[in-house]
């Protein structure tokens, strides 16, 4: 394990083996648990989670990785379905986490711990899911939507366009608006079709009834992307336990939109879960 900085604090690097070559992982923190493990939404990366890690206390234990296909971890090869992300993710946790961990998903990556979630793997406390695309595809989510979708990142122009007209309710900073254009076109190409030609409209119904832990759901309330109308009708029938919470003024970016309140609200589920 190596030395590096990512940005926000001094972390370790370890690479950790996976089906077809390895992720890097960033472990940052100290020894206070339970530990945070960070997924991220399509076409983000470990560095989307940057500003929420900066605002939680030092000593938190954070992991975080570019899931498979994406960023640092594109050259690894498919497939890129959730069932592969999800085990990519329950192998970091083996291979990072000795204690009890909080599962945090951002959209896609909420999808995918929701699977990893219904495995019931040892030491979950919880499960935390930000903007979460749901169990039950939404109706508006058609084969056209699908199609329009999967040439969102087709170039800079186009993740422009996203960022300002679907992904974001508030300003973003030059930097972090530069950082989106740049996390959504480092992709293997069929990293970047899989999500919204396939995994988008899985039906993961079944799945979600089978988890046991926790669940807190964050939503933004100008997301065009997973309304909270859409997260009350095909979300939390599904997980009966789970709770909502809705950030006023923000879009579907919320880890970058309003990590303040990502982080606070990661807090309070802690407490609620009994750290």
């Known amino acids: 394990m190596s030395n590096s900085t990512n940005g926000v604090a001094a972390a370790a690097t370890r690479a950790v083996a996976v089906a077809g070559g390895s992720l890097d992982v960033r472990i940052g923190g100290g020894s206070s648990g339970p530990a945070l493990v960070f997924t991220h939404y399509w076409g983000g990366s470990a560095g989307t989670w940057d500003e929420v890690v900066r605002c939680l ?36 946790v083996e291979a990072c986490v000795s204690g009890p ?10 999808k995918v711990g ?4 219904a495995r019931r793997p040892a030491g979950l ?11 039950l595809p939404a109706p508006a989510v058609t084969e056209e939507y699908r199609r329009g ?15 300002d007209h679907v992904l974001t309710a508030v300003a973003v900073s030059r930097t972090v608006r530069d950082t989106v254009v740049r996390d959504s076109l480092a992709a293997a190409a069929d990293a970047r079709t899989e999500w919204p030609l396939r995994g988008i409209a899985r039906d993961v119904t079944g799945e979600a009834r089978r988890i046991a832990a926790p669940v807190a759901v964050l939503a933004g309330e100008h997301d065009k992307v997973e309304p909270p109308s859409v997260l009350r009708e095909c979300l939390l029938p ?4 789970a709770t909502m919470t809705t950030v006023p003024g923000a879009g579907h970016l919320l880890p970058l939109e309003a990590p303040e309140a990502v982080a606070e609200a990661l807090g309070e589920f ?3 879960v009994g750290e």
């Open 149 to 163: 979708l999967s040439h969102a990142y087709d170039s800079p122009e186009a993740v422009g366009h996203a960022l």
């Open 101 to 110: 961990f909080v599962l945090v998903g951002h959209s896609m990556g909420g």
């Open 270 to 272: 802690l407490a609620a």
């Open 57 to 92: 206390p030092p000593e938190r234990t954070t992991v975080r990785f570019d899931q498979r296909g994406w960023g640092a971890s594109r050259g690894l090869p498919g497939p890129y379905h959730l069932d592969q992300l999800a085990d990519d993710l329950l192998r970091i």
């Open 125 to 135: 406390a919880g499960l935390f899911l930000v903007a979460p695309a749901p169990p």
């Open 238 to 241: 599904y997980v009966p336990h």
């Open 114 to 117: 929701q699977l990893a979630a």
